[in-house]
């Protein structure tokens, strides 16, 4: 079956460096995907991941491993407004491929 | 710019009473996805259209409808909205040949009295 699962709630200083960790189980795999969500907002993407490895985005990294299921979303430079919810979500590559599966979210709060 | 659009933001209804939620786009996607989020909890597909075809979530409620009358536009109709309705409806937008991932708008926050 299908599972994705990252932690509930996270907290780190403003300045330092964060991970979150996103592990995955599908059948097939098409993408790994990080959006950012504000508290009563909309998701907005933040990066993308088909291909193992990782991908730099200014403050924003995101690394892979299909073989492993597990991807991590690494923000450097914390800013309070990094304060938010951490979505990863994996699309598969069965029929219905454009669709998403999305985790509950991290919650990040960054402290002064 | 080109953007995913949701009327209104706030909407408060009472029990019972038949509500729709709007969306709009402006980036020519083919597959438009309602989704609902309560709090702390991931997005949860509603349904979705890839184009004229509709695909229902095998647990979406019989009291949640959709209508994509064209390309642009996409409606969520709640017939008899229950206390536990009450939720952010969140409308997303995707081009299939792309692969890219969703596109979100604004969010509808939905309050049932």
């Known amino acids: 079956g299908q599972n994705i699962d990252q932690p509930t709630e996270m907290t780190a200083t403003e300045g330092a460096i964060v991970q979150i960790n996103c592990t995955y189980q599908t059948s097939g795999f098409n993408g790994l995907f990080w959006y950012q969500q504000h508290a009563g907002e909309a998701p907005t993407f933040l990066s993308y991941?088909?291909?193992?490895g990782l991908e730099e985005k200014g403050r924003f990294s995101s690394f892979l491993s299909r073989s492993k299921g597990y991807s991590y979303l690494l923000l450097k430079e914390l800013q309070m407004k990094d304060s938010a919810s951490y979505l990863c979500a994996f699309r598969d590559s069965g029929a219905g491929s454009y669709q998403l599966t999305f985790g509950k979210g991290t919650k990040l709060s960054v402290i002064p | 710019d080109a953007m995913v659009i949701q009327n209104p933001r706030y909407q408060v209804t009472q029990f019972g009473k038949p509500v729709t939620l709007s969306c709009s786009q402006t980036?020519?996607?083919?597959?438009m996805y309602w989704y609902q989020q309560k709090s702390s909890q991931a997005p949860k597909l509603l349904f979705h259209?890839?184009?004229?075809?509709?695909?229902n979530e095998a647990d979406t409620p019989d009291n949640f409808q959709s209508r994509r009358p064209n390309t642009s536009f996409c409606f969520l109709d709640i017939r008899s909205p229950g206390l536990g309705d009450a939720a952010m409806y969140l409308c997303?937008?995707?081009?299939?040949?792309?692969?890219?991932?969703?596109?979100f708008g604004p969010g509808t926050r939905l309050t049932v009295l």
């Open positions: 259209y890839y184009d004229k075809d509709f695909n």
């Open positions: 980036l020519n996607h083919n597959v």
């Open positions: 997303a937008t995707s081009r299939v040949e792309t692969g890219g991932g969703q596109f």
């Open positions: 991941n088909v291909l193992d």
